[in-house]
């Protein structure tokens, strides 16, 4: 959708109010905490684990491949890429393999940011 009709969905704004996001400290809020350990841990993977072990190349996160690739081809890329990682982690729970199955979970959350993070580049054009 074209910046402008989604703008005249939100009353001018290219962003949904409910999700305007304040660029200052994240305070904690009650009975959230578990939810903001996984998202850490996702982080945690991304930016110092596989992730920038394999992908980064000294490169912030919008410049490595997990976005390059986003914009060449579109979002279905990063969403294809967090639904085959759900798929693998059904998998390996089938299998009893708990912990390789959280991790292919805290990637899909990384590719599903991505994903996020290009909609928004897409509402800013």
Avoid at 76 to 103: D, V
Wanted: glycine share 10%; aromatic share 8%.
């Amino acid at each position: 959708q074209p910046a402008s009709k989604i703008g005249k969905a939100y009353g001018g704004r290219a962003t949904c109010p409910l999700f305007t996001y304040r660029r200052q400290a994240v305070k904690q809020i009650p009975g959230y905490r578990k939810l903001k350990y996984v998202l850490d841990l996702a982080y945690e993977q991304s930016a110092s684990g596989k992730g920038k072990e394999r992908h980064a190349d000294d490169k912030p996160f919008e410049h490595q491949p997990i976005m390059k690739i986003g914009r060449e081809v579109g979002t279905g890329f990063p969403l294809g890429q967090a639904s085959k990682k759900i798929t693998e982690s059904a998998g390996m729970l089938r299998r009893n393999e708990r912990w390789k199955a959280k991790h292919e979970i805290l990637g899909a959350i990384v590719y599903l940011c991505a994903a996020y993070l290009l909609i928004e580049e897409q509402d800013k054009q």
